[in-house]
C-alpha cells in the first residue's frame, strides 16, 4: 500500500464553489503535462537526495511545499472535505483547518514519498475535453508485487493555472473519504475540536524532530 499512498501524496500532499474558466486560456502546462512535470521534479529532487530527505522530516516537508504544494488547491479540497461546516466556519477557521490539514496529511503519508520511483508510476494517454475546466489524469501505480492500481488525479482550470484537487485510488475519493471522517468527528465534538486535535498532533511530531535536529547538528 506504501507504493499506493505515495502517489496520493504527490497530488497534495487541495471559497467557493470552482468558478468556470476557459481551459484554453488557462497559463502553464495542461493537466497532463502538470503531472509529468510535478512528477519529474519529484523524482529529480528525491533520487538526489534521498538520505538526507529520510534524516531530516523539515527538509522533507521543504521539498513538498516548493515541489508540490504550488500545484494543488488546498483550499478546494479543504472546502469539499468539510462540506456544510465549511460555509459556517469563520476565515480563521477555514485556514487553520487547511494548514492543519496539509500537516496531517504529511505526517501520515510523507515518508511514503521516499519509495517514490519512475518504474512504480505510469501516467496513461489522456482522454478528456481539452477545452473543458475539468479534467482527470489516469495512471497506474505498482504495488510492492507488481500489481498495477488505477490513480486517478482530479485538477481544475484556475487564473493561476492548473490545480490539483483529489486522487481516487481503485475508485476510492479520498475527499469524499476525510469528509465521512471529519464530518462524524465534527457533528460529534465541533470543529474546534477537531482543528486542535490536527494542531497539538502536529507540534507533539514537530517537537522531537526539532530535538533531533539540534542533537545533530
Not at 470552482?18 to 519529484?42: C, K, W, Y
Not at 479534467?135 to 505498482?142: F, I, L, N
Request: overall charge neutral; cysteine-free.
Amino acid at each position: 500500500m506504501r507504493s499506493i499512498v505515495l502517489s496520493f501524496v504527490a497530488a497534495m500532499l487541495i471559497a467557493g464553489p470552482a468558478r468556470a474558466a476557459d481551459a484554453t486560456a488557462v497559463p502553464g502546462p495542461g493537466p497532463q503535462q502538470l503531472i509529468e512535470q510535478v512528477s519529474q521534479d519529484l523524482l529529480h529532487e528525491i533520487d538526489a537526495n534521498r538520505a538526507a530527505l529520510a534524516k531530516d522530516p523539515a527538509k522533507l516537508r521543504a521539498l513538498v511545499d516548493r515541489v508540490l504544494l504550488p500545484d494543488f488547491d488546498a483550499e478546494y479540497s479543504a472546502q469539499l472535505v468539510l462540506g456544510k461546516y465549511w460555509r459556517t466556519a469563520t476565515a480563521q477557521q477555514r485556514q487553520r483547518f487547511v494548514d492543519a490539514f496539509i500537516q496531517s496529511m504529511m505526517r501520515k503519508y510523507g515518508n511514503a514519498l521516499l519509495d517514490f520511483t519512475a518504474d512504480r508510476l505510469i501516467i496513461l494517454p489522456f482522454k478528456g475535453d481539452p477545452a473543458a475546466d475539468r479534467a482527470t489524469v489516469r495512471t497506474e501505480v505498482k504495488r510492492d508485487n507488481g500489481t498495477p492500481v488505477p490513480v486517478n488525479y482530479s485538477l481544475r482550470a484556475a487564473p493561476a493555472g492548473w490545480k490539483a484537487w483529489d486522487v481516487t485510488i481503485e475508485g476510492i475519493s479520498y475527499v469524499k473519504n476525510f469528509k465521512t471522517d471529519f464530518g462524524a468527528e465534527i457533528e460529534a465534538k465541533g470543529l474546534d475540536a477537531v482543528i486542535q486535535r490536527l494542531e497539538s498532533e502536529g507540534a507533539a511530531t514537530v517537537a522531537p524532530a526539532a530535538k533531533a535536529a539540534g542533537k545533530a547538528g
